[in-house]
């Protein structure tokens, strides 16, 4: 019998190390208090906390780069690998570049900056821990702190009717989901008797026979996906996110673009790769193959069709959103490690590109009253260095060579491809995996439509005023980083690919 002495002593030694290993995470939660008990103080009333919360973040993310050792924390709450890690950072980069939009379009105001900072960092650190939990109880309570900071900022635009409307709207559909999530967990807790993600994939190939259904089994899986088919906002659960998107602030709906997106596919991949790497059932890994492939073609064609008829250019970024989920389901769809390398340089490219056009549009509300189709005509003439940015994130997400939205789609696509070859077992999967690849690359020349759109009004149609865009040098220089960041993704395959080829090494425990 060990002594109690011991065993604190021990306890201790683990909890110093794991607090160490956790330094990120810990920085946002004194960013958050920070933030609050701000306003008890005179000296700070009048500063404006984005401005401090930007270093704060930029540390977090240099030290989470510097740490890549694999480790589980506190007693196997979360696991930190290279997986978790690289999307860590990632979160924070993008946590990082979003309160950077938020202060070149002059939101929040002074007297507000301590709450937008605060929720921002809450839900990054929400998103942070669900990319790294390795408990069903941990990915639960993750969810939750990424959600219900989410749903105070998508309605902060005080005295916007479309923003209380679409807050409300979010924390309907998230109510929703979030009872569906924790009632397949629940089943999922009873039927396999562990709620340790390292546990699942054991017990449930022992508990699963290959031939046979297994109701409570099928039913949490099914409504653990509903939950996460909503943070993923692919068809059929996309509903909250157009007008969501259309109230929100453009850092706002950046970070529900991208962040949000990282954090959710990065727990499907877990969860998907814990019920398949050990000892893998078959019928298993087909049924959630078959399953991601159609919702992520459902994704990509309801998302393209519905983007034609958009001119708010917040409600186009919406359903072109909804379009690129389903290309990186399709990669989830493939559920193999070089299929996840390619959907984190997916995640990679797609973050310069959407937050880079969120600035365009911010800077088009902010100098035209709205952002739409109509106000950005002329845009190259009136101010050319936004122009030229805009036109290089949309062949972006359009997917022209050499940029990064090419990389990206090529990459999954060739994954897929490569996937549907190796499945000469599962014939009829096979081919459903080659129908996908046409059906994708279909949407992506009917995506051209409304982008080549959208590029004809910035480059070519007469501007609606004659009067140039005033914006000051630094907003300039942001969007410019950002387009040369969406070429430098495009054309630095190799090095990236190295990075990311490490974070996946150990993905199938």
């Known amino acids: 019998m060990i002594p109690i002495e011991t065993e604190v002593v021990r306890l201790q030694n683990s909890l110093a190390h794991d607090l160490l290993r956790f330094v990120p995470e810990l920085l946002l939660v004194l960013g958050i208090a920070g933030s609050l008990f701000a306003k008890f103080f005179p000296v700070f009333a009048r500063v404006q906390m984005v401005r401090l919360a930007i270093p704060l973040v930029l540390a977090a993310f240099g030290i989470t780069l510097s740490d890549w050792m694999t480790t589980d924390l506190f007693r196997g709450l979360l696991r930190f690998d290279g997986f978790a890690n690289l999307l860590r950072a990632f979160l924070l980069l993008t946590a990082m570049l979003a309160l950077v939009l938020a202060r070149i379009a002059g939101r929040p105001d002074v007297d507000d900056s301590s709450d937008f900072v605060a929720l921002v960092l809450g839900a990054t650190l929400g998103m942070m821990l669900m990319v790294s939990a390795n408990h069903l109880l941990m990915v639960f309570l993750a969810i939750e702190m990424a959600s219900l900071p989410s749903y105070v900022l998508a309605g902060f635009r005080k005295g916007h009717a479309r923003a209380s409307e679409a807050a409300l709207k979010y924390v309907v559909y998230g109510a929703a989901a979030s009872g569906s999530l924790l009632y397949g967990i629940s089943l999922l807790v009873g039927r396999l008797g562990t709620a340790s993600l390292s546990d699942l994939a054991t017990n449930a190939s022992i508990a699963i026979i290959a031939e046979t259904f297994d109701l409570p089994f099928a039913a949490a899986l099914f409504l653990i996906l509903v939950g996460l088919g909503y943070k993923l906002a692919v068809v059929p659960f996309q509903f909250w996110l157009p007008d969501v998107f259309e109230g929100a602030s453009a850092a706002v709906a950046a970070i529900l673009a991208v962040a949000s997106k990282a954090a959710a596919f990065g727990l499907v991949v877990r969860l998907t790769f814990c019920f398949t790497a050990v000892q893998p059932n078959p019928p298993l890994r087909e049924g959630f193959a078959a399953v991601f492939a159609t919702l992520a073609l459902l994704s ?30 399709l990669a989830v769809a493939c559920l193999q490690p070089y299929a996840v390398t390619a959907l984190l340089y997916y995640l990679l490219g797609y973050l310069p590109m959407t937050i880079g056009f969120f600035t365009i549009a911010a800077i088009l509300r902010d100098q035209t009253g709205e952002a739409t189709l109509e106000s950005s005509r002329g845009l190259l003439r009136r101010s050319p260095a936004l122009g030229i940015a805009a036109i290089v994130f949309l062949f972006g997400l359009l997917g022209l060579p050499p940029l990064a939205g090419f990389a990206g789609k090529f990459q999954v696509f060739a994954s897929l491809f490569h996937t549907a ?61 950002l387009a040369a960041a969406v070429l430098a993704v495009g054309l630095a395959w190799d090095p990236l690919l190295a990075l990311i080829n490490v974070s996946t090494v150990n993905l199938e425990r």
């Open 300 to 329: 990509m064609t309801f998302g393209n069709l519905a983007a034609y008829g958009q001119s708010n250019l917040h409600r186009l970024l919406a359903y072109s959103t909804i379009a690129h989920a389903g290309v990186m389901l």
């Open 421 to 481: 070859d190796e499945a000469i077992r599962t014939p009829w999967l096979a081919t459903f995996l080659r129908v996908a690849f046409v059906i994708g690359i279909l949407n992506t020349v009917v995506a051209a439509g409304y982008y080549l759109k959208l590029i004809k009004a910035i480059a070519l149609d007469e501007p609606v005023s004659d009067r140039p865009i005033a914006v000051g040098f630094a907003a300039n220089a942001f969007a410019i980083v």
